[in-house]
């Protein structure tokens, strides 16, 4: 499995991380093995939220990978908090208290990463920057990112927090890629990509923030997935001729496309069936060529100007 440097820290991660959000759904002989398949392709980077499961996926993975110090050095866990019932909160207390929650479910004493799951519109930078400071100095958690953020968003959460925010989750998948695709069409007045996300992609790499595209299966927000839908015929068609060029799944290549871009993101998978999460590690192997790339994007409609 390839790595890569998450934002400015000195974490080196694999580049697909497992997500666990479904994980609840598993049996335990079931989510025993799926730890153990993760582990066994290099994938030790768990990706969770407190709201997942309403905190049963963590006590799940906890008992599947069987926590132990041992166990814990070897892997790299990441939480998301923020969410609660009908509104987000990014208070100071409601931050302190999560982490303590996600600790005891995971059962482990440290996150390496915390990510501040939904935008809060009546965010007070300077809570979570004590929030913050109070976690680093308990070496709670190592390092911080925020998910679902744009730019200004950022900014102003940068302007107060001392720590560098490594991270960035968002929706992106071959059809959901308006991130990359606004790109094309800049001053174009009937562009077919709109910007609405205040050019997130690029000001992550300008500020050296890990992108981590969620749901790249996925079309809309959670319609479904566009492989083997018969919804995109044509994309399914390019996707299917590239994998059978590699000599690999469509899974797999629609992986591929994502790390393809020079951006080095991180997708963070959401399947819990253990062939389908192999096929998203073998993605980590495949380089796209600048063709194929640009052939998959337009059979996904992303016409060129």
Not at 156 to 173: D, E, T
Not at 174 to 185: H, P, R, Y
Not at 294 to 304: C, E, F, P, Q
């Amino acid at each position: 499995m390839k790595t890569l440097k998450l934002g400015t820290s000195s974490l080196n991660v694999p580049v697909i991380a497992v997500g666990c959000m479904r994980i609840n759904s598993l049996s335990m002989p079931e989510a025993e093995r799926f730890v153990q398949t993760a582990l066994d392709e290099g994938a030790n980077f768990f990706d969770h939220a407190d709201i997942y499961g309403g905190g049963a996926c963590e006590e799940i993975f906890a008992d599947a990978i069987h926590m132990t110090s041992t166990v814990r050095e070897k892997i790299i866990l990441q939480s998301k908090c923020g969410i609660r019932p009908g509104m987000f909160d990014f208070s100071k207390e409601h931050i302190l208290s999560s982490v303590d929650g996600i600790l005891k479910r995971l059962k482990t004493d440290y996150l390496d990463v915390l990510l501040l799951h939904r935008p809060d519109a009546l965010v007070e930078p300077e809570e979570v920057a004590e929030a913050f400071d109070e976690l680093e100095r308990s070496g709670k958690v190592r390092h911080f990112g925020v998910s679902n953020q744009h730019p200004r968003q950022i900014d102003l959460l940068r302007r107060y927090v001392r720590q560098p925010l490594v991270a960035n989750q968002l929706q992106l998948s071959i059809t959901n890629a308006t991130m990359i695709t606004s790109g094309f069409n800049v001053n174009m007045e009937n562009a077919a990509a709109v910007n609405r996300d205040g050019g997130v992609l690029d000001y992550c790499r300008l500020n050296d923030i890990t992108i981590q595209p969620w749901s790249p299966f996925q079309f809309g927000f959670f319609e479904g997935v566009f492989l083997d839908n018969e919804k995109f015929p044509e994309l399914n068609a390019k996707i299917d001729e590239v994998a059978a060029n590699h000599e690999v799944s469509n899974t797999t290549i629609a992986i591929a496309w994502l790390l393809r871009h020079p951006a080095r993101m991180q997708p963070v998978t959401g399947t819990t069936n253990v062939e389908r999460l192999k096929d998203c590690c073998r993605a980590s192997e495949i380089v796209l060529t600048r063709e194929e790339w640009y052939a998959i994007s337009g059979a996904a409609g992303n016409v060129l100007p």
